[in-house]
């Protein structure tokens, strides 16, 4: 089926409002409209199958040894590289670099350009719809499922084998196997497992002193907060507010999939995926629903939270003593250096909230890859090019870190540190070109590798061990867009207060919100999202 890409006025709001209100990550802002679709995309399932079948008996299967070919570099080749973000301010110093050793190698050059982080939805797509680019960042968050069925990337099999076969070993076949759409590779995901699960962060130094239980479930948030109350009545608790809800408390509690991203009120088990499960009209909600009720009633959050603003750095503030929403091992390591050097006194904690349930997987693949463009006139050069971005250790530490003794220096324990504002790590955007076996390690990675090696450890004993079944997975709401308007609307003003306890009669406001959600009209909306998430899972073999 033909997909259109949701407008990002429709995705903000609607996104926003679906699974924000619900206290977890929003779904990224979706794009407007690239380009026509190609000709493979039109085809119905049964053509795009005959072909497939007749290139798998022509041609070896993807992944199997291929004979590479001799790239021919005598004719020098200047490609751009797209990525989104803002430009550092020695970018051009640095490709410098960048560029003699890729004319050396390969008789090519890169120019890195940047969307900038403003109104970058619509320079991405215009840079796909204009031409003009090479090499793309992609991500599922940036819509790389639509885009690849609207056929603004090349597919990428025969290239990776002919060009870069080890590029297979690196990746991995299962990694691969995430980015596919269609059964095509259209991405070359970066080889780095990123644990972005959530969870909260909380003072551990409180707990020990007041001898309370670790808050891993709701029963012992509520003991934990309890105590802090009633050893030490002016500590404040909790930043409530209209953009950090108590909803995401509750992944403590079910092995859904629910607060982090599935909209509607729908729950999806990850051992059984194809069964979607309905939590806002089930009686476990109306419970949860009081479990609120009873917190904001017992003082651990402000009375007035929907109209308060966020406090800044509250923790580190000291205004709170638990973060929520949105809190990954990422953000949990900036925040543990930054309270170790303003408040050495103090400890701080990362509880992921798939340590409880026994569910926890890193980023799908498709969060951070390398697409070529439709339009690039020297695919395979491209591929070489970012082939070498990627495995040759002066040329990624180049794009990664700068130039060393300028931008950044090797202390002693092998850990890097920044030496210029100029150009840091990450400044150049290209999180898709990590390479886990050449990085140099810096104190805030290994922090974060802490993390997920014990994530890891918890992942591979899933039914789909270390798998995000879920990043890969692009809604269309296009059918039922009226309605998908009509829902947000009624989240935003009769869920939310719910999620922050401070409706006067709980049963009364669930009922009242069930009886708009009907009005609105939910089913719709829940209907073509099942299918289309029955649909993926049945490609994916997620069963």
Known sequence: MKKKLLSLLLATAMLAALAGCGGGKTAADAMDEAGESSAAAEQTKEETEAVQETQEEEEPAAGENKEPAQLDTSERVDLVFYTLGDAPADKEKVQEKINEILLEKVNATVDFQFSTWVDWQQKYSLQLTTGGVDLIYTANWSEYGTLANSGAFLPLDDLLD??????????????????????????????????TCNGIIYREDLREKYDLPVPNTPENIEAYLLGIKENDPDQQLLDVNGQETMGTVFNFKYPWVTFTGVPYGLAI????????????????????????????????????????????????????????????????TWVMKDVEEEHPDWKVEFIAFGETTGVIFPANM??????????????????????????????????????EGEHYEVDENGIYQNLSDKYGYGSMSTPNLRNKDIMIPSEARLRQDKFSTKFEEIGAKTKFPNT?????????????????????????????PLLVGTVDDVDAAVAQFRDKLKEAGIDACREGYKEQWIAYCEEYGYK
């Not at 949860?288 to 009633?297: E, H, R, T, V």
């Not at 070489?384 to 990627?390: F, G, P």
């Not at 692009?474 to 039922?480: G, L, R, V």
Request: hydrophobic letters at 35%.
């Open 269 to 332: 088990n990850y051992d059984t995926p194809q069964e979607v499960n309905d939590y806002w009209f089930s009686d476990d909600f109306l419970e949860d629903m009081k479990l609120l009720k009873k917190w904001a009633d017992l003082g651990f959050w402000s009375r007035s939270a929907l109209s308060n603003t966020p406090q800044e750095a509250p923790l580190e503030n000291g205004l709170s003593v638990m973060y929520f929403a949105g809190f990954n091992p990422a953000k949990a």
């Open 162 to 195: 002919t060009v870069s076969p080890d590029m297979r070993e690196l990746i991995g076949e299962s990694a691969l196997n995430q980015c596919r759409v269609g059964g095509q590779l259209y991405t070359i995901p970066c080889n780095d497992l990123e644990f």
């Open 468 to 496: 995000d079944i879920f990043g890969g997975f692009t809604e269309d709401n296009t059918p039922y867009s009226t309605e998908y308007g009509a829902v947000s609307n009624v989240c935003d003003q009769y869920l939310k």
């Open 366 to 403: 498709q969060t951070n890859g390398t697409a070529v463009s439709k339009d690039c006139k020297n695919p395979e050069r491209a591929m070489k090019v970012l082939e070498l971005l990627l495995t040759d250790k002066e040329l990624n530490d180049l794009v990664m870190y700068g130039i």
